[in-house]
Nanobody
Framework: EIQVAESGGGSVQAGGSLRLSCVVS????????MAWFRQAPGKQREVVAS???????RYPDSVKGRFTVSPDNAINTLYLQMNSLKPEDTATYYC??????????????????WGQGTQVTVSS
């Protein structure tokens, strides 16, 4: 069974940085499409980064230039580096995986395996 587990959340002031980690077990990370989503209170879950099994990386415009997703396949881990954080980035961040995502990379329904989430709080 594939499992993903996030870590690295915390509290930071606006303009600061955080790096989230997601460890994959039960399958080889590089053979999966993976993504980071976030959900703020009262809002829908939204994608912030995706990396497909062919290493194609995609970001929504809201985080492009500030967030960077990177894999470390030697340890089956995916990172999300978040820079220039804003109060509106405050949310629970989730790591997720599926077999293939392609053009559906931003759709929550495409992803099968989800972590428990890690809280990121950005204060002004």
């Amino acid at each position: 069974e594939i499992q993903v587990a996030e870590s690295g959340g915390g509290s930071v002031q606006a303009g600061g940085s955080l790096r989230l980690s997601c460890v994959v077990s039960g399958w080889t990370r590089s053979n999966l499409c993976m993504a980071w989503f976030r959900q703020a209170p009262g809002k829908q879950r939204e994608v912030v980064a995706s990396i497909d099994s062919d290493s194609t990386i995609r970001y929504p415009d809201s985080v492009k230039g500030r967030f960077t997703v990177s894999p470390d396949n030697a340890i089956n881990t995916l990172y999300l580096q978040m820079n220039s954080l804003k109060p509106e980035d405050t949310a629970t961040y989730y790591c997720t995986a599926t077999w293939a995502c392609g053009n559906g990379w931003s759709a929550e329904s495409v992803y099968m395996y989800w972590g428990q989430g890690t809280q990121v709080t950005v204060s002004s």
